[in-house]
Structure formats: structure tokens, C-alpha cells
């Protein structure tokens, strides 16, 4: 079982909490907004939460996966928008581990340095002299208004044929338009909205493979295949929606009290509630942790052991998020009317719990590609 090292994160969970009282003060603004304000993601920059992937050598903290994980979880539970910026920006700190080291450095020298990603090939790149020429919208740009760089996922085109597969091209700011598309019901705060180059060039040594990109730092964390390490990135922002929920009914429950006079923690079914989101949160938790053990025990073994370790990952991570959803739903059901008004922390959860297993990265479908294996069939899908 992966262990934690409490000392390696002690400051960002500590950075964590003291951003409570900034992100109450303006937590109105998110959803008005659609978006982080800049004084809180000044804060979360400060505390060093979008570099948590980054090489040692360039002076990062180089995280765990469990490591990572439990402080996008303590995010989360904060709030969930917080939590997904983090995982999301935190989580790509890790392209310093596959870009030349001299281009790395440069681009995380900046202390604001914050880069944006999207996953769906909907760009396409021509090769041209020195690099690519690349067009493409992506959605869920994650962040959007605070980046730096950003990610695009584009396909090689040969003429008229689409030939090779994805890479991952990097535009600076001022190649990119951004497009107001993120009006949505949950994770508002995230602004996730559309950005589009067209016609960008992209220098070779700003692009890299998706799907098997070559580690240029020593890490374990860079050797973990791409289709892998995404979503678990994200995957600790459901949980930490789901812990903060529990955490935010428990102290409603001491308080609130039913029709009948009495307080809601002395009701049994109340009691079962927390007590089976316990057992949820802590099997999600195990199950990861197990899952990506198994992982790391076979990133050197054959493709059959390494594709089995694959596909369990990815349904821990589904099942993670189910869990997560359905913990949130029980407990918000246990709270009563008290729960759909805006100034509860529950409505604000139920909301954003739904976006964000609404991602790819924690689809179901997962369970369709482990089966398969397990039935000695071939996974049906090409990116899992």
C-alpha cells in the first residue's frame, strides 16, 4: 500500500486551510463570476498548489500520486471549484517531465505559471518547418482566464488523411482565444470554457506525445502512462466534494433539529448515513491506493500485466467518483429542505458532484474495458 509522507504535504494542507477565510469571503463571486477571483488564485499560486508535479530538480515538489491526491481532496472539501483548479493545475505541472529541461525551466520560472489542457483531439497540426501549424477549438479549459500556456490535443495530418497519432501541442497566451462558454450548473467557479488557435505555429520541442510521451526527468510520476496519471489527477476532487459534505452535515446534524424537537444526530437513520459514507469514502480511498500500487509494480512488465493494471486503476477512479456522488445524494436527502438553498455548503456540493463525474476521466465506461480484459477480449477502446 502507497503511503504518505505528512511532512511532504503538511504546507500545502496547511495553505489549504488558511485559504478558508479568503475563499468565504469571496465565494459569492464564483458562480456570479464563472470564475476564480484573482486574489484567490493569486493565494493558491503563493501556496505553491500548481506545482505540485514539478521535477525535484527544478526545485518542485515532485508528489506522490497519493500524495497528490490527498491535497486535491483537501481542496476539494474546501470547495469544489477550488479543488478541480488545483487538481487540474497541479496536475499539469507534471508536462515539466516530458518538455526539454531548459524549456521547462523557462516556463515555470514564472511563479504565476499555470497551464491549461484539454483532452479531446479536436485540433489538427501541420508539419511545417521547425515545428507544427496547428488549428483547433478545445472545451473545459479548465482555468482558462488564468493561464499561461495551454494544451491542445491535435492530430498529425499527412494531405488530406489524419495519419499519426494525437501529440499534445503547447500555445503561449497570446496564441489563444478564449470563448465565454462555461455557463453551467456546478464547479461554476472553474471557468472552463472553450479556447481556440487558428493557424498557431508550435515549435517541435513545445510538443509531445499523448499517449506514450518520453520522460525527460527520472521520476516514477513521468514514467506513469499519460491515459493513466490523468485521471487520477482529478480524481481526488470528487472525494473531497464528499468529505466536506460529510464534514458540513455532521456539524449541521449537532445543531439542526427535526419536526419532532429532537436533533438530527440522534436520529439511527441519520447515524446509518454517516456511518455508510464512511465505509464509502474509506473503500474508495483503499481502492485507489491498491490500484495504483499495482500499477507502479508493473510499469517495467509486459504489455498484458501492464494493460490489466491499466484498466483496475481506471475503475477505482470511476468507482471513487460514484462513491463520492453517492454519498453526497444521501446525505443531502438526510438534511432536508435545508439543503437546496444557496447559502448551504450541501447545494453548493450537490452541484458541483455533478459536474465533475460528469468527466470523461471517471466514466463508467471504464467498467466495460476492465470486463472485457477480465473475459480475455481485447479492452474495445483505444485511449483508456
Given at each position: ?157 499527412d494531405g488530406n ?30 471557468g472552463s470554457s ?185 479492452p474495445g477502446a483505444?485511449?483508456?
Open positions: 500500500m502507497l503511503a504518505i509522507t505528512p511532512s511532504r504535504i503538511a504546507g500545502h494542507l496547511d495553505a489549504i486551510e488558511k485559504l478558508a477565510p479568503l475563499v468565504e469571503e469571496h465565494r459569492a463571486s464564483f458562480d456570479r463570476d464563472r470564475r476564480l477571483p484573482e486574489v484567490v488564485f493569486r493565494a493558491m499560486t503563493d501556496a505553491g498548489l500548481f506545482r505540485l508535479w514539478l521535477p525535484a530538480a527544478m526545485g518542485g515538489p515532485e508528489l506522490s500520486p497519493v500524495e497528490f491526491m490527498k491535497v486535491v481532496e483537501a481542496a476539494s472539501a474546501l470547495e469544489g471549484s477550488i479543488g478541480w483548479i488545483v487538481a487540474n493545475g497541479g496536475g499539469m505541472s507534471r508536462i515539466a517531465g516530458y518538455l526539454p529541461e531548459p524549456i521547462a525551466r523557462e516556463w515555470f520560472a514564472d511563479p504565476c505559471a499555470f497551464v491549461v489542457s484539454a483532452t479531446g483531439a479536436v485540433g489538427s497540426a501541420t508539419p511545417v518547418a521547425g515545428g507544427y501549424s496547428v488549428t483547433g477549438r478545445w472545451p473545459f479549459g479548465s482555468g482558462a482566464s488564468h493561464a499561461t500556456r495551454f494544451m491542445g490535443l491535435a492530430a498529425v495530418s488523411n489524419i495519419s499519426r497519432p494525437p501529440r499534445c501541442y503547447y500555445f503561449s497566451r497570446d496564441q489563444v482565444t478564449i470563448h465565454d462558454t462555461w455557463h453551467v450548473s456546478g464547479l461554476r467557479g472553474t472553450d479556447f481556440e488557435v487558428n493557424d498557431a505555429f508550435v515549435a517541435a520541442e513545445h510538443t509531445h506525445d499523448f499517449i506514450a510521451p518520453a520522460p525527460t526527468q527520472p521520476g516514477t510520476i513521468y514514467r506513469i502512462p499519460g491515459l493513466s496519471i490523468f485521471p487520477w489527477s482529478i480524481t481526488g476532487a470528487p472525494l473531497g466534494i464528499a468529505s466536506g459534505v460529510m464534514a458540513a452535515f455532521t456539524k449541521s446534524a449537532t445543531q439542526k433539529r427535526a419536526r419532532q424537537g429532537i436533533l438530527l444526530m440522534d436520529r439511527e437513520m441519520v447515524q446509518s448515513a454517516l456511518g455508510r459514507a464512511e465505509a464509502i469514502l474509506g473503500a474508495a480511498r483503499a481502492f485507489l491506493a491498491e490500484a495504483m500500487t499495482g500499477l507502479l509494480a508493473v510499469l517495467d512488465d509486459d504489455r498484458d500485466h501492464l494493460q490489466r493494471a491499466r484498466a483496475r486503476l481506471r475503475i477505482a477512479c470511476a468507482y471513487a467518483a460514484e462513491g463520492s456522488s453517492s454519498i453526497v445524494q444521501m446525505l443531502t436527502s438526510e438534511a432536508g429542505a435545508s439543503a437546496i438553498f444557496e447559502n448551504s455548503a450541501l447545494e453548493r456540493a450537490g452541484r458541483d458532484i455533478n459536474a465533475a463525474v460528469k468527466h470523461i476521466a471517471v466514466s463508467p465506461q471504464s467498467y466495460i474495458v476492465a470486463g472485457r480484459l477480465h473475459l480475455g477480449l481485447d483505444m485511449r483508456f
